[in-house]
């Protein structure tokens, strides 16, 4: 297995991909090959100052980023030697299992959908994030940020592969499906919630739960939670404030802790066909790490082809 990894992506690049890649080394199975795409000299002298032997990874050579700021189609086209366009070109070769970067996420989108495109059937791929649950565990809420705008269609097929990656990545048996809504009853919420609701309802593709409010978030009424990428967005980045804020404030508290983006990774783009994974731009060796881990799992459980059985 080969798992690729954007050494130049990310606020703290190349310190904290590398740092991360030396963490997920000591874990995963001595069968699975990092290969590194940046910088070929800054990598080896990076591998070689924590003690590892730069012959024990792959290492492509590119210099080109994509930078956070940049317009994603344009940037993916104009630059092919970036190292996201690098590690695209590697997985549709079939060189690479995984890919996964902490730098320009629309880039990420474009280049799954431009090289190894979308799962035939699927309308939108998306991304998802895990909220704890105070009960242990956590929730898994998609989409939220790849799609503003989502019609009752693309919120049903949410569902499908929320369900299909609580189940087979992290062994929830039947989870359970709810849509987020602004009050319990099937005829709250704006027109596209409605109609989501009534495809939903009587669905044999997952087990659907009804709506949920923005207060069972947290609790234990769903394991999968699905709504347009605007909300989703929005209700993610609340969440991290807070976190951020009880941080500040030195509190230290079981539960809180959980919410640290740090213990979760990156997220898979749910859809397309191949295993790639997008990481916060400020991710940590730690949350490095856990992406490259999470990345295994993934190719591991076969994900790409249970959902393009599904569909």
């Given at each position: 297995?080969?798992?690729?990894?954007?050494?130049?992506?990310?606020?703290?690049?190349?310190?904290?991909?590398?740092?991360?890649?030396?963490?997920?080394?000591?874990?995963?199975?001595?069968?699975?090959?990092?290969?590194?795409?940046?910088?070929q000299e800054q990598i080896r002298s990076g591998l070689s100052q924590k003690g590892l032997d730069p012959e024990k990874f792959d290492i492509v050579h590119a210099t080109e980023t994509i930078g956070m700021g940049e317009h994603p189609v344009k940037a993916f086209s104009q630059k092919p030697n970036s190292t996201i366009a690098t590690g695209f070109r590697l997985m549709k070769e079939g060189n690479l299992d995984a890919f996964s970067s902490c730098g320009n996420s629309g880039a990420m989108l474009v280049g799954a959908m431009y090289t190894i495109k979308a799962i035939p059937g699927v309308i939108r791929p998306c991304i998802t994030t895990a909220f704890p649950k105070e009960s242990g565990g956590f929730n898994l809420l998609l989409d939220v940020g790849t799609n503003a705008d989502c019609k009752p269609d693309v919120l049903y097929q949410f569902a499908i592969l929320g369900k299909l990656f609580a189940e087979h990545v992290f062994g929830m048996k039947d989870p359970k499906v709810g849509l987020l809504n602004i009050g319990e009853e099937p005829e709250k919420g704006n027109l596209v919630a409605q109609a989501a609701h009534a495809m939903m309802k009587d669905s044999r593709d997952f087990n659907f739960i009804g709506n949920v409010e923005g207060r069972q978030i947290f609790s234990d009424e769903a394991d999968v939670i699905v709504c347009e990428g605007f909300t989703g967005n929005v209700v993610l980045k609340f969440a991290e404030s807070i976190y951020s804020k009880i941080k500040s404030r030195g509190i230290d508290d079981e539960y809180f802790n959980r919410f640290n983006y740090e213990l979760y990774g990156g997220t898979p783009i749910l859809g397309v066909n191949g295993t790639v994974m997008v990481g916060h731009g400020i991710s940590t060796p730690?949350?490095?790490?856990?992406?490259?881990?999470?990345?295994?799992?993934?190719?591991?459980?076969?994900?790409?082809?249970?959902?393009?059985q599904a569909f």
């Amino acid at each position: 297995m080969k798992i690729g990894i954007d050494i130049l992506g990310g606020d703290f690049a190349p310190g904290a991909p590398l740092e991360g890649v030396c963490l997920a080394y000591a874990e995963l199975p001595s069968h699975v090959r990092l290969v590194l795409i940046g910088d070929q000299e800054q990598i080896r002298s990076g591998l070689s100052q924590k003690g590892l032997d730069p012959e024990k990874f792959d290492i492509v050579h590119a210099t080109e980023t994509i930078g956070m700021g940049e317009h994603p189609v344009k940037a993916f086209s104009q630059k092919p030697n970036s190292t996201i366009a690098t590690g695209f070109r590697l997985m549709k070769e079939g060189n690479l299992d995984a890919f996964s970067s902490c730098g320009n996420s629309g880039a990420m989108l474009v280049g799954a959908m431009y090289t190894i495109k979308a799962i035939p059937g699927v309308i939108r791929p998306c991304i998802t994030t895990a909220f704890p649950k105070e009960s242990g565990g956590f929730n898994l809420l998609l989409d939220v940020g790849t799609n503003a705008d989502c019609k009752p269609d693309v919120l049903y097929q949410f569902a499908i592969l929320g369900k299909l990656f609580a189940e087979h990545v992290f062994g929830m048996k039947d989870p359970k499906v709810g849509l987020l809504n602004i009050g319990e009853e099937p005829e709250k919420g704006n027109l596209v919630a409605q109609a989501a609701h009534a495809m939903m309802k009587d669905s044999r593709d997952f087990n659907f739960i009804g709506n949920v409010e923005g207060r069972q978030i947290f609790s234990d009424e769903a394991d999968v939670i699905v709504c347009e990428g605007f909300t989703g967005n929005v209700v993610l980045k609340f969440a991290e404030s807070i976190y951020s804020k009880i941080k500040s404030r030195g509190i230290d508290d079981e539960y809180f802790n959980r919410f640290n983006y740090e213990l979760y990774g990156g997220t898979p783009i749910l859809g397309v066909n191949g295993t790639v994974m997008v990481g916060h731009g400020i991710s940590t060796p730690l949350a490095i790490k856990k992406m490259l881990t999470l990345s295994y799992d993934i190719v591991k459980a076969q994900l790409p082809e249970k959902i393009r059985q599904a569909f």
